[in-house]
């Protein structure tokens, strides 16, 4: 635009147009965003920084300079351009977006041009025919390169997109697999389970049996109704968590004694094993969180470190991280758990990416942070009692509670389970 008191006299000697655009570019940089703040098409433009909104245009009118002027050109208009659109991608432009401030642009300079004609009205008239021309030509460059790039980059996002629903898929097909050879596994213990039931009533009905083989016989009897009723109890709670009936119920809790007393309780079964059990942690560290649901996740853990320990110690500890996490661990010197179970447990849940491994010195160059070390296989002679499904229950409570979870095993060393869970949770009503 021309200011009314701007009128050029008309014995104004000329100065070539590239001269004048060069003179004026600052004030076509200024021009071009304030007719973009003004379009309310345009939702970004406030929020850039001068450096930010410019990027490569100052480059682009060098070319077009140099294009007027017959000079070799510096810079690729096609490559600036995508650049730009580049920028403008990061900067969350939509494809319209970006063509409607090039527009703005290509206005401002064909403005210019009306500008320079009114001051210099002797131009030379084939110069003025020409960067007419340029102008033209320029823009369509400008605006190829800049879609051309935002074509690439579409694509590739919907590329993205796709396999990233591919991996999801597969991630759901892997989990129903796993899930099918969990109840698999857990059918096939409740009907051992129930076979030595049958066996045992029957041997306890025999005439012969002394009343020592029937004490030894009702003790069995005992027992495994005691797994066959943990592990039906343990399906209904899996049910419920498959069914999304489980909520949670947010309290202030301090974590310190409610694991002190968990791990008290489960130490008769540790003296029964022969087993060292520990507890370590904080004398007091306050958390917000649901009780209940923490303490099935530490009582499952705990029951499973017991029960796959042959000899040596199960520890418990927990310690506060910063005002936002916290972490709890369990440890054994058990057998390390078998490929399935990893596989099952680890897969939904996210590792953390900061956890550094207990069992090794140093990680490998090559492993990722968070990498879980090849499991140990189970010994056969350790009898089935389906606890795979106490850690599937373990998973789905810790996704509940938002927790991140490593898991390290290793042969003859045992298994360390690390959740760590937020110190506090937003709920959906505040």
Known sequence: MVNSSSSAPPNRSSISLASYLFARREAILNMWRASC??????????SLSREEFNNEI??????FEQRLQRLPEEEKLHETASAHGLHRWHKGYSLRELLTELNHFTQCLST??????????TADSSELAQAYAQIVQFSSELVDGSVTRYDDLQRKQAAGRADALQETLDRINALTQQRGKLLQMTSHDLRGGFGVINGAASLLDRPTSTDQERKSHLQMLQRTLLSVSSMLAQLTDLSRLEAGQESLSVESVNVSNLLRSIVESAQPLAQER????RAD????????TDRVKLQRIVQNLLLNALQNTPSGMVSVSWSGEDNY???????????GLPD????SFTAPLKPTVDSSSVFSKEKSDDAPTGHIPAPAKISKKKPVSGEGIG??????LGELLNANIDIETRPGQGTLFRIRLPAHYKLDNE
Not at 37 to 46: Q, Y
Not at 58 to 63: A, K, Q, T, W
Not at 112 to 121: A, D, I, T
């Open 37 to 46: 703040e003004a379009d309310p098409a345009l939702r970004h433009t406030a």
């Open 58 to 63: 100052p480059v682009m009118l060098n070319i």
């Open 112 to 121: 210019e041009l009306s500008c320079y004609v009114q001051f210099y009205p």
């Open 274 to 277: 022969g087993l060292v059990l």
């Open 281 to 288: 942690g904080s004398v007091e560290l306050i958390v917000d």
């Open 325 to 335: 996490r916290w972490t709890l661990g369990v440890q054994d010197t058990g057998t």
């Open 340 to 343: 399935n179970l990893t596989a």
């Open 391 to 396: 850690l599937y229950i373990v998973k789905r």
